[in-house]
């Protein structure tokens, strides 16, 4: 210890940090893809106990000392930036006392817990008993953040997922969506109202789907040899950067939702899988931010997964594992990957109806955090809201409604990230398209090299070097701007 | 903490290492089921990191006072108990420096690693070079903890594996069986000689084997709530007793040592799938030891798998799903799995030569350990044993001679507790008998419930409450007693 700098401490109290959550990662990953039920107590006890370390590893009070005399060392500007993203780890898991954390963890378990019934039985009375405590501690929690960051409540949880992201921008990013995005859907309904979609002829054996999208995940660029596709409730991408799980979960009915599924986790997971190599143990080796990650799996999904040059690349392949149908030729695949139907289920809704689910929940979540309205007040902004953006009917239904979402069991300021990595997503391609006048055409021929040597290079194997800002203007010119992202709605949908 | 006796502050302690073991069970689990190739450095990295923080756990200087003063605390018996297997783990870690286990661990991961292309060629001197240090380190590890325990060198290894486990009594019950092994088996082959046994016909497909075992499985009272069957290049019984994961590996030409391999697996996995719930978190809950361990596999595996009765029952299931042959009849599958051939290879011995393979390495270990001979003299020692005990030449091939195994890349005292487990199958299953006039007709109908309340009430529920001599003179009257064992053999491979 004797010679080291306050910066090579901080880097392996970082490096320990790294290597426990490796062990929780693969072990949430065990949980959600194989453990059964059985082992789900002894689990918890065991992460929770390793969260403990954690917390008393990123909260010992040499850190801050370390943390004051590293500023002072000479360090190269990799070296800085990954002091900044120390700094913050740091601040996030010091600003809170102890007895919060506790007592929001309980919280949120308890609230989860019932929920998982509550939802089913349609109980918003119940499910409001716990919310009220869940509200009250991430207030509190957003209060202690705000005091020492500035800015309001929402701000502060806001800044965990999107550090630099200010709710006033989202406000008004989301501000303009609404002006636009009613009357988009409008149209694009009138014109799908006279096409004519045939649906695919299941059943589709849970194999073949498997077969098929591990081809598909090959295809674009998935290392098997660092990752896995598997099964869960959920899905979601898991594990570590060395070893990405993806997970997706299919109905012998339909593979539509689970092909799509796969190749969103898959963007999630080139971007782990591409992380800077070398700085692994550290926190600038990470993914920017929740919304740049979303930006990843949403450029595979809607960018390029839901392009016609992509359509007709896997076109062959659906035929060739399931058997040709009419339903399998490239133009009929467009039009059911493009289909606009307003509907309850944030998670089931299509491209140009999603962003109105998130828009509605930051809304809610945002006055709920910075005290504009109580707990009880939610059904009935849901049901007005649902209403003004999409035109559905909520009243009474909280199962399909403000029940339907995990999230607000726990987490508040996460919904924007989702819409964020849309935008992203856009201007990354209105980028790639500028750089590549033939993109559509490469696709088409099975050459993706343009899109995954672009996100590579501009994305992901920057990890945390750049703040989000000037992460999105080195690669495309400009900070976010959301006008990509209507263009490219409006090609879609319109032209 | 104020109020705690010094044995709740240890109950901590070992709870706490409970939990971040849960975590490194699932995690090696992982590695060997399921992780891909290129997650294994960050897996290393990780599951070292946290090995460290045990070893600091359990060295901390509080412990030893902690320790004596407990002694002196009033506690009921199986706190007693717990206190006795608490200061057992304590000792273990606390009488090897650090650097000796780290020198360990690094010899042994060279080693090893090394040894995975030295067997496939045939390389013994290039194995030496690396396997003299780490003969040199368990010496000196051996060494330090016969010291502090008394007894020889090796005494010292194997009460590890095998608490309170002298090497002269293995030495004098070993010796007892070379007196009337190679004899025994010799007239089994003669017996044998005249026998036609029906091969069955492959292919056999891995998911209709993997169909098998499940429902073997559940014959056999596995908790699928509490467990899974999973494949891995060395199969193996692991995670945790709240959630089990066994393995087995799947050949499509042959399912009858897979299938085997899978009842051997569960028995390892009912014992943890019962250990005492309520105190699952600390030592005195856990197995008792390798051997009786082993003796849950063999006995589900030697005793109940390839009795008369198991096989009748099983006969149809095999048949049920790979289609009838005539190989599939109870008693050519009896032959099948009663087929005594002397080879070269351990884990691939049949009942009967097995505890010759064990006794070869139990007496060439020990001579290591204890300084009697050195490492080159190993292959001159294996190649006269192997003549002397099976009648099988190894002269010049390593591969398939001393070089076979990995235990000795890390472990030595192990090898015992293999047929040890098989004496102790064979005493219980005595005793069982005793008390069940009918058990064979019993379990050809299915009912195996007396076999697993005996081993429930007798072994399973005990944990590690008492010592290995109590445990098995309270379940069978008496303590380790071979006769049972060569009457077993006898009976089934000459009667
Ligand atoms: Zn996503
Ligand atoms: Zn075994």
Chains 1, 2 share one sequence.
Request: a negative charge.
């Amino acid at each position: 210890m004797g010679n080291q700098t306050a910066y090579q401490s901080l880097t392996r109290t970082f490096q320990r940090l790294h290597h426990f959550g490796h062990l929780s990662a693969i072990a949430s990953w065990d949980q959600a893809a194989m453990m059964p039920s059985k082992g789900n107590e002894a689990r918890a006890a065991a992460q929770a106990e390793l969260q403990v370390l954690m917390h008393q590893l990123i909260t010992a009070p040499e850190l801050k000392t370390q943390l004051d005399a590293a500023e002072q060392e000479a360090l190269d500007p990799s070296q800085r930036a990954n002091l900044r993203e120390i700094r913050r780890d740091w601040q996030l898991a010091n600003l809170l006392p102890a007895e919060l954390i506790e007592a929001k963890s309980l919280a949120a378990a308890r609230c989860e817990h019932a929920w998982r019934s509550q939802r089913r039985a349609n109980d918003w009375q119940g499910f409001l008993q716990n919310f009220r405590e869940v509200l009250r501690l991430a207030r509190e929690e957003a209060g202690l953040l705000a005091q020492a960051q500035g800015g309001s409540r929402y701000d502060a949880l806001l800044d965990k997922y999107e550090p630099g992201m200010k709710s006033a921008d989202i406000a008004r990013i989301f501000g303009d969506v609404k002006t636009w995005l009613p009357g988009l859907i409008a149209k694009a309904r009138d014109k799908q109202a006279g096409e004519s979609v045939i649906q695919p002829q299941g059943p589709f054996s849970v194999e073949k789907q498997r077969q098929l999208g591990l081809e598909v995940m090959g295809l674009l660029g998935f290392d098997f040899d660092g990752g896995r596709l598997d099964v869960s409730n959920h899905p979601f991408c898991g594990g570590v950067p060395e070893d990405v799980r993806i997970t997706t979960r299919y109905r012998d009915d339909d593979f539509v939702q689970s092909l799509m599924g796969i190749i969103h986790e898959t963007g999630h997971a080139r971007y782990e899988q591409s992380l800077p190599r070398g700085l692994l143990s550290q926190p600038v080796a990470r993914a920017r931010s929740m919304g740049i990650h979303e930006s990843q799996s949403l450029s595979f999904e809607m960018q390029l997964g839901r392009s016609r040059g992509f359509l007709q690349l896997i076109a062959p392949l659906i035929g060739k594992h399931f058997g040709e149908q009419p339903a399998f030729g490239a133009d009929n695949l467009a039009r059911l990957y493009t289909r606009v139907a307003p509907g309850y289920i944030r998670v089931d809704a299509d491209e140009l109806c999603y962003p109105a689910h998130v828009i509605l929940r930051f809304e809610i979540e945002r006055a709920l955090i910075d005290g504009e309205i109580e707990a009880e007040d939610v059904p009935a902004l849901w049901d007005e809201k649902m209403m003004a953006y999409l035109g559905v009917d909520t009243r009474g239904n909280y199962r399909d409604g403000c029940l339907q979402d995990i999230h607000w069991t726990d987490t508040f300021g996460y919904f924007p990230s989702y819409t964020l990595g849309a935008m992203y997503a856009a201007q990354y391609f209105a980028t790639i398209r500028r750089q590549e006048p033939q993109l559509d055409e490469k696709i088409a021929a099975g050459n993706l090299a343009p899109v995954f040597d672009w996100l590579n290079a501009n994305i992901w194997s920057q990890g945390s070097r750049w703040t989000t800002n000037e992460l999105v203007e080195r690669a495309t010119g400009e900070t976010l701007n959301p006008a990509y992202y209507r263009a490219h709605l409006q090609a879609r949908y319109l032209d």
